[in-house]
């Protein structure tokens, strides 16, 4: 089976939403709308093109940590906000009557907002902190390296360059 990759940049058409299969694993699910835009001579100006409506899936592997990341990004993404998606396009079927129907589908590897039309902030997960009471233990130099090569503190990367205290 080869992979077809694939990177999408759109608009989220509705709410994304969650569904968990019998295995646990989450799934995430929403269409992103993707219209192109050409310079028209004779319209003097940008045109847009056919829009092409695209089904998007992310999936977790079952465990409760990839679980919380699909719940994460539900709760990140709403209708109408702008989306550069990039994964494997992969084409879907089932019968229907005498036919079979078929439909892509976007297997999302990786997703994020698009800057271009709106101010992003970028928040971390919080990591578990050592208490106030317990200092952290200096980080030991690695096997057979000399501890006289490590650097006391950080140079300056250029001529001129003084940091900002």
């Not at 990177?7 to 269409?31: C, D, E, F, H, W």
């Not at 709106?118 to 208490?131: C, L, N, V």
Request: net charge positive.
């Amino acid at each position: 089976m080869h992979d077809i990759p694939i990177t999408i940049t759109g608009n989220i058409t509705k709410t994304p939403t969650i569904q968990y299969l019998q295995s646990g694993a989450a799934v995430l699910r929403m269409t992103v709308a993707s219209t192109p835009q050409y310079y028209s001579k004779a319209e003097q100006g940008y045109v847009d093109g056919e829009t092409t409506y695209m089904p998007i899936e992310l999936r977790s592997a079952g465990s409760t940590k990839h679980n919380d990341y699909i719940e994460r990004q539900a709760d990140i993404y709403r209708s109408g906000d702008r989306v550069i998606v990039t994964g494997k396009l992969v084409t879907r079927s089932r019968p229907e009557g005498d036919d079979t129907k078929r439909w892509n589908v976007v297997m999302v590897d990786e997703m994020g907002p698009s800057s271009r039309f709106a101010d992003i902030e970028i928040k971390r997960p919080h990591k578990a902190t050592q208490s106030p009471s317990a200092p952290a233990a200096p980080a030991a130099p690695a096997a057979n390296f000399p501890t006289r090569h490590l650097p006391s503190q950080q140079q300056p990367p250029l001529r001129g360059y003084t940091p900002e205290s």
